[in-house]
Nanobody, 125 residues
C-alpha cells in the first residue's frame, strides 16, 4: 500500500521559512517523480514544484520561483520543500504527489499517481 505522509506545516509570520517533508512508503521511490501542490480555501489545487527521479531536474510555478526549493533524498524515500520569504498568499494545504516514470509529470496534477493527505501552512501578515 502506497503512503505519502507530509509533515512540517504550521503557522509562520510573513517573511519566515518552513520546510515541508513528504515520506513515501510502499513504492520504489527512486522510480517516481515527485511534486508539491497546494490548495487555498475556495481555490483550485495548484502546482508548486516538481523534481524528477534523479533529483537533477526541477521545475517551479512562477509564484514560488526563487523562494521555494524542492529536493529529494532517495535513500530516505523523502521529498522536501524548503519555503523561504513566505507570503500570506502562500497560505494553503500543501500536498505531495508521486508520478511513476522518468519523464516527469510537470504541473499536470492528473498525471500523478499517488497523493498525500496534506499539511496546513498558514502565513500571517
Amino acid at each position: 500500500q502506497v503512503q505519502l505522509v507530509e509533515s512540517g506545516g504550521g503557522l509562520v509570520q510573513a517573511g519566515g521559512s518552513l520546510r515541508l517533508s513528504c515520506a513515501a512508503s510502499g513504492l520504489t521511490f527512486s522510480s517516481y517523480a515527485m511534486g508539491w501542490f497546494r490548495q487555498a480555501p475556495g481555490k483550485e489545487r495548484e502546482f508548486v514544484a516538481t523534481i524528477k527521479w534523479s533529483g537533477g531536474n526541477t521545475y517551479y510555478a512562477d509564484s514560488v520561483k526563487g523562494r521555494f526549493t524542492i529536493s529529494r533524498d532517495n535513500a530516505k524515500n523523502t521529498v522536501y520543500l524548503q519555503m523561504n520569504t513566505l507570503k500570506p498568499e502562500d497560505t494553503a494545504v500543501y500536498y505531495c504527489a508521486a508520478h511513476k516514470g522518468t519523464v516527469g509529470a510537470g504541473a499536470a496534477a492528473g498525471l500523478y499517481d499517488y497523493w498525500g493527505q496534506g499539511t496546513q501552512v498558514t502565513v500571517s501578515s
